[in-house]
């Protein structure tokens, strides 16, 4: 079982930055992709990035690209997602996951969730 804890979010004003964090239980962080997802009100959850277990190679979804970058730490069992650049519809809940040894940006081959944090941008 791995419990996930995420940090960071807040209010920002648009153009302004903010880090999130996720803090992993266990000890086999190493075999977890690890992936961040938002949820705006009224609409699905999407992807926003991966980081890969296997090669820590990134991903971004098409919207975040150039603004936002993940970020791992396997001693530490902690991802980060730093969000530059933020726009107002970069307001969502923030959700840190982790997939067992698979790459996946789709949220059912996801097996832990955090409890979300909430990142609202001001216009």
């Known amino acids: 079982q791995v419990q996930l804890v995420e940090s960071g979010g807040g209010l920002v004003q648009a153009g302004g930055s903010l880090r999130l964090s996720c803090a992993a239980s266990?000890?086999?962080?190493?075999?977890?992709?690890m992936g961040w997802f938002r949820q705006a009100p009224g609409k699905e959850r999407e992807f926003v990035s991966r980081?890969?277990?296997?090669?820590?190679?990134?991903y971004y979804a098409d919207s975040v690209k150039g603004r936002f970058t993940i970020s791992r730490d396997n001693a530490k069992n902690t991802v980060f997602l730093q969000m530059n650049s933020l726009k107002p519809e970069d307001t969502a809940v923030y959700y840190c996951?982790?997939?067992?040894?698979?790459?996946?940006?789709?949220?059912?081959?996801?097996?832990?969730w955090g409890q979300g944090t909430q990142v609202t941008v001001s216009s």
């Open positions: 996951a982790a997939a067992r040894l698979r790459e996946s940006e789709y949220s059912r081959d996801y097996d832990y």
């Open positions: 266990g000890r086999t962080f190493n075999i977890y992709t």
């Open positions: 980081i890969n277990y296997s090669d820590d190679r990134q």
